[in-house]
């Protein structure tokens, strides 16, 4: 259906993977769940994944790789992780080489591309600490300044694949002083560490990932050269913040791939089994969960493509649109797994029977990733410390900064638009109070007032999104009173409200992407992304989060979202605005057969 060049790697990536219900294949179902059992890291499927050259994706193209763009990134993540998370997150690990790609000498840069490409190379973060979490200025771990470079000692822990990996990014302390400038950061290369002063932690038993390398690393008189030092001493925390940016914004490629299979599998299971005479997708609560789980996937859609379009259009204001996607849709995605798992009744508890017990071990699995690279709390607060700049930039917009934000917006948002070549200098730790997509929402909404001269376009369905779109925009300005009448203060004391108003407002941001992106695309990606009867609905939705409003807006609506659905699976596409070919399945023409036999009632 489309000819999106940036879906390309993912598609080919998938079919050469094969159908995952078929046992044989690699990272088929059945095959993670047997490697979940036995805890052991999947060493054959990495290889694999290492021969396919995946690894050239993560490397950019200016340093010798294939990486072009964060958008064909979260693509075809997404495609491993629809299969298992486990691989999908351990592979991806490669992907805190930006560090050295944001902030390394050529030198630096030259060593890693060779050792990704042409080394099978894997490398693994050291920020937190068993005593300290989150609190990276409290850490402990100490690098001490000698001729040539600096003697580690202490420890990092945990770290996903801090054993089976030969680079190690570490946030030292060299500053015993403390303050914002007591962290340096290294590039540490195993391979030129004497064995006798470093250590690896044991393995560290978990609810899900459990084939994961989750472990630590320690450092006793250790001694590191100056070349591994990344950038100049005390520019550790800053780094380290900018690289979370990049990080927290693609978790959600992590629980998008989750989503797909757990809708996938539940669908599966809804459009086979009978109960009181009729299939269970045949039964309005049933298909109502299903439905409203596949309207979650398409609103994290809009959320996580914009920003990963956002990243080469507006790096700098990414302090803040990082921390609203990793907070939105990973929890958003969870809350989705949580609530399709009554479908399935209690196979979605069992390690194997349905679909090689494939869904427990997504449930389990998925619940770590809204923690990863900062938790909800962590990033609701880092949104909470901009709350203020953000609303006195709103109130002070010029007319000249209008048609610039415009043009910024079209470039990110329409997916047929060239992006430019990502340049992490322009990364910023404040967004100095601007946010594009939801700073640009009276602009969409003129735009919809201008669809209505367009005949292609649905008056009852412009009429709708008129209606929500105003109802963003008054929650919009509620928020920014309320902002400027609070009594904020800086720093961690922050209360409960706050972090509820924070909640709100990535929910305004969510439901504003997703009316950019039906704006900009709505000629290109097929006739139901069009007729935009999903982005009422998901608007929909989205409001009644935080505000009353009416159970259901239209029951055709959401016959139509329930056919669409169903037209995805028996075809073997993406659940996605963008629903790209995925392995063909050898139970495509009974999925064929079965779906044709649903009578939906609009």
Not at 174 to 183: Q, S
Not at 521 to 539: H, P
Request: proline content about 4%.
């Amino acid at each position: 259906m489309h000819q999106l060049k940036q879906y390309w790697v993912a598609e080919r990536l998938d079919k050469d993977l094969g159908d995952p219900l078929t046992p044989e294949n690699v990272m088929s179902f059945k095959r993670v769940v047997d490697i979940d059992e036995t805890e052991e890291f999947p060493h054959s499927e990495i290889e694999w994944l290492y021969n396919w050259k995946l690894q050239h994706y993560y490397v950019p193209a200016e340093c010798g790789g294939e990486f072009t763009s964060f958008e064909e990134f979260l693509s075809f993540v997404r495609v491993l992780c629809r299969r298992d998370q486990t691989i999908g997150i351990a592979f991806t690990t490669l992907f805190w080489s930006f560090i050295t790609w944001m902030a390394g000498t050529p030198e630096q840069k030259k060593m890693l591309s060779h050792f990704i490409k042409n080394e099978n190379g894997a490398m693994c973060l050291g920020y937190s600490e068993r005593e300290h979490g989150s609190d990276l200025v409290g850490g402990d771990l100490t690098a001490k300044k000698v001729p040539g470079g600096y003697i580690l000692n202490g420890e990092k822990w945990p770290i996903n694949r801090a054993t089976i990996s030969g680079i190690s990014y570490i946030l030292a302390k060299t500053d015993p002083e403390g303050g914002p400038k007591c962290l340096t950061l290294f590039m540490v290369d195993k391979r030129e560490l004497n064995p006798d002063n470093y250590y690896n932690l044991p393995k560290i038993l978990t609810h899900g990932i459990r084939a994961s390398d989750m472990s630590g690393i320690g450092f006793k008189d250790c001694f590191v050269p100056d070349s591994m030092r990344i950038k100049e001493e005390g520019d550790g925390l800053e780094f380290a913040l900018k690289g979370f940016q990049i990080t927290r914004t693609f978790c959600a490629a992590f629980s998008l791939g989750a989503a797909d299979t757990a809708l996938r599998t539940t669908l599966n299971f809804a459009l086979n089994r009978v109960v009181y005479g009729k299939k269970v997708f045949d039964l309005p609560q049933p298909r109502k969960v299903l439905t409203d789980a596949f309207l979650d996937i398409l609103i994290c859609d809009c959320e996580t493509i914009g920003a990963a379009r956002g990243f080469h259009v507006i790096p700098e204001q990414f302090s803040v649109w990082a921390s609203v996607t990793k907070y939105f849709v990973t929890t958003q995605l969870e809350t989705m797994i949580n609530n399709v798992y009554t479908v399935l009744g209690s196979r979605f508890y069992m390690r194997e029977e349905h679909d090689y017990g494939i869904f427990q071990k997504v449930l389990r699995d998925n619940s770590i990733i809204s923690m990863f690279d900062g938790s909800t709390v962590v990033n609701l607060h880092a949104l909470i410390l901009q709350f203020r700049q953000l609303t006195k930039y709103r109130a002070r917009r010029k007319p000249e900064a209008i048609a610039q934000l415009q043009h910024r917006l079209e470039i990110i948002f329409s997916l047929e638009k060239q992006i430019p070549q990502f340049e992490p200098e322009k990364l910023e730790l404040f967004g100095r109070g601007v946010d594009d997509p939801l700073q640009g929402l009276e602009i969409a909404l003129k735009q919809l007032e201008a669809l209505k001269e367009i005949s292609d376009v649905d008056e009852e369905v412009l009429v709708n999104l008129m209606g929500l779109g105003n109802l963003i925009l008054e929650e919009l300005n509620d928020h920014d009173e309320l902002i400027t009448n609070s009594k904020f203060e800086y720093g961690h004391d922050q209360s409960p409200e706050l972090f509820e108003i924070a909640k709100k407002y990535c929910i305004l941001h969510a439901a504003t992407c997703c009316l950019q992106m039906w704006l900009y695309n709505r000629t290109i990606l097929g006739e139901f992304f069009a007729k935009g009867e999903w982005l009422v609905l998901s608007l929909h939705r989205l409001l009644r989060m935080i505000r009353p409003l009416p159970y259901s807006i239209s029951d055709a609506y959401v016959a139509n979202l329930a056919e669409e659905l169903l037209k995805l699976y028996k075809e073997d596409k993406l659940f996605s605005i963008v629903p790209f070919q995925l392995a063909q399945s050898p139970l495509t023409e009974d999925r064929s057969y079965a779906t044709s036999k649903l009578q939906l009632k609009a």
